[in-house]
């Protein structure tokens, strides 16, 4: 979804993204989330983000220490933020805010009040989302 979520962002410079990752698929899912956090401690949220979703490489440690390494963190303050009470508190507000709308996969998204609309999405459809979303 990146690629389409860059382009509809580009497309529209008055749509802010608001994003909240959620750890929805068992430990692995965890991990990544952690990882994703810990590295954004560093300014490396994206870069993180975007290497772990767009790799096929088995989820684990060592491979985030691989990604870490490759990114310049610092991976022992990663480490140790990935396991911190700071990173576990986004994760479980993240959880909370999901489970209020009904969010019960990734991705989904939300259009302000009008929509919450549950996996991949193409352009048209987001485009229909978001006139939904601005006639309110």
């Not at 580009?10 to 749509?15: F, N, S």
């Not at 994703?36 to 767009?54: H, K, P, S």
């Not at 989820?59 to 990663?78: I, T, Y």
């Not at 990734?106 to 485009?127: D, K, N, R």
Request: hydrophobic share 45%.
């Amino acid at each position: 979804m990146a690629p389409v979520v860059d382009q509809f962002l580009a497309r529209h410079p008055d749509v802010r993204l608001v994003e909240k990752v959620i750890p929805v698929l068992g430990d692995a899912s965890l991990l990544d989330a952690q990882a994703i956090y810990a590295a954004a401690f560093q300014g490396q949220y994206d870069a993180m983000r975007r290497r772990l979703m767009e790799e096929t490489a088995k989820p684990g440690m060592e491979h985030l220490r691989d990604v870490a390494k490759s990114l310049k963190l610092d991976v022992a303050r990663f480490e140790k933020d990935m396991k911190g009470q700071a990173v576990m508190g986004l994760l479980t507000a993240n959880l909370g805010q999901a489970q209020s709308v009904g969010v019960q996969g990734t991705p989904t998204f939300l259009f302000g009040q009008a929509a919450v609309a549950p996996g991949a999405l193409g352009m048209e459809q987001m485009e229909q989302f978001l006139e939904a979303a601005r006639k309110g």
